[in-house]
């Protein structure tokens, strides 16, 4: 017994994992003809083994070359349906169980092949892939919702954020619903908003009417066309019945105005005489006898804009940034303020001194052009029009204001005669145009400033693919008001498992690249050693 159990331990080899060849020949060939080798107490055992963990390595091999083939499909049906239903997809339950099967499959590759951890680029390229795939399901929608659940975190996956010119938000809405979902510790206030455009192919500015229109399901809409004219010639307005000729064209001029003329504001009462003037000067005051009352001017606007609603908000003037004139005007009786508030060109305010006293009427008076000139220097155009309709005939000017991109005209007294013009909605309205051309866009941007406690910590500006980092969330630029560019839209993205996603595809391409070019290189280097050695 003792010499048998020799025998086997001498053709068993040293070590269960060693079986030489001639046995596992042999120890097949035993197995199909019902016959037991010499020494067959562990060559059985040792075949045995050999057996399992080839089996369980071609099954470890083929689960992940199909994991990797149903990854590739996955990823092409995601690229045809588009990001969102691509994000549902990669986010539902059945492809979160395939994801930690991948994590088990590479788990197990170190337990199966012993190569990996003895091959340095084996065993990085492996740990890159469990560091990206961890990555990626630490910052998915499902793991959000369970810290949420579990640990009660308030952190969110993804959202947006409208932010309104010259105003703070901290809120992020649902990227679906549109309803809150999270709050941020700081807000973000929207300083300016700003378009870049490519140089458009037309240079010469365009005329175009805006009217009423009905839509195809029958609503009240309101359409726009181009109108094509010629200098001289009369052509029709369209949805309109206005005809149309113009008289004159400037590609480049000035405003002209009458002689003298300057911004006041005037003073009238219940009969529309004048009572008096005052120039638009802070400190500007005049005193009445009848009716007993005072009238300054507080304040002078270039551009009055409204920050902010509610009792927060504040009233600055945005000098530079567009037009809009107005006064704050202050009506005072003896030490008694009887009203205080502001006057526009285009909306006159009428103030009752007493309850039952006639009302005064205060308009801020601002000349607008008679006319225009040709003015080398000048980047803006000026169009004069001659409108005719159902026998009524009007001249116009269209000059854009200084730093804007278009001139309007109403037609509403030309289509509705002077009687009935105060009697149409601004949707019923026809509308003259005359627009610059523009090239397609090119960029956006939003510049912010970060606020924590009402204090500015930092600022910075957020355009497409540079966004901004902050608090745990990448804020991108993603779209904006396309009508008046009153706000911007911004998408926020978590960065949770953003890190190990990126330090994992750092050491898989470490790994790869020593894989395939720096073994080789390494054992090219050892061989011309080993060559220089023999020589010597």
Known sequence: MTNQTANCNDQCGAGRWALPFRFRFIGHWCLVIGHSPPGDCLIRKNLLLFIVVKL????????????IGLLVVLSAIGALCGAEKAKELFNSWPLIAFWFVCL????????????????????????????????AMWGSQGAHELRKWALGATKVQSGIMLIPQQEAEKTIYSNHTHEPIAGLPFSLYLKDFSIDYYPPKEKEWFLIVVAPAMDAQGQMGRREERIAWKEGEETQVPMTGVHLKVLRYFARARPTFTEGAKPHLAITDADGKMLGDLPPEAGAEVTFKEPPVTVKVTRVFQNLKVVGAGAEHQVVDDVGHGENPALQVLVGRQAEVVWEGYVFPQMPRQVRPEPEAPPLTLQYAVPGPTGAAEDPSSPSPAIELQLTHEGRTEHHWLLPEPGASAAQLSLATLVAGPSDAHGMGRMMTPMLYLVEPQGHVKSYKSDVAVLEDNRKVDEAVIEVNHPLHLGGYHFYQSDYDHQNEAYTVLSVSSDSGLAAVYLGLAILSIGAFWRFWGEAAWAWMTRSDQRESRRA
């Open 104 to 135: 088990l499959l590479l788990a197990s590759g170190f337990a199966a092949f012993r190569r990996l951890i003895t091959a340095p680029a084996g065993i990085v390229m492996h740990l890159g892939a469990i560091l990206i795939i961890a990555g």
């Open 56 to 67: 369980l390595r071609q099954i470890i091999l083929w689960a992940v070359l199909t994991a």
